[in-house]
């Protein structure tokens, strides 16, 4: 959603300056909002979750961060990650690997108490993933 929202923030800037005949300094703001929009979607395009029978994948913008279920010791929800509570993925060896926050925050805005409630209902259905030891 928030990638369709982004493109949708780039179309009318897009239509204005090819349909239009807006003033130079207009141009170059719509220009610069619409090419800063679909430069945030197609990073956020980049950036995905995975959670399977086999583990857990987190790609960030430039690498992926895969965690098997047999290295996986805690799954939990911490706050102050970039700003926001999200999901954080211990493994047995004490390193983590902590979910981006735009990928596990509600696309409308809610209020703390709700945002934790579906971070929590995340975890869940994450664990409900893992198989039996």
Partial sequence: M???LLILLACPCAALNLFGHPSGALRLLTLVAGAAALGAAVVAARMYLVVDGEGIA???LHREQWLPWSSVAHIGVV??????ETVRVS??????VDVPPSLLQPSRPVGKP????LLRDAVRRMEA?????
């Fill in 129 to 133: 993933l893992r198989p039996p030891a």
């Fill in 79 to 84: 706050p102050g990650v970039r700003g926001a």
């Fill in 114 to 117: 709700v945002a934790r409630a």
């Fill in 58 to 60: 987190v790609r960030f």
């Fill in 91 to 96: 493994r047995a060896d004490r390193t983590y």
């Fill in 2 to 4: 928030q990638i369709a």
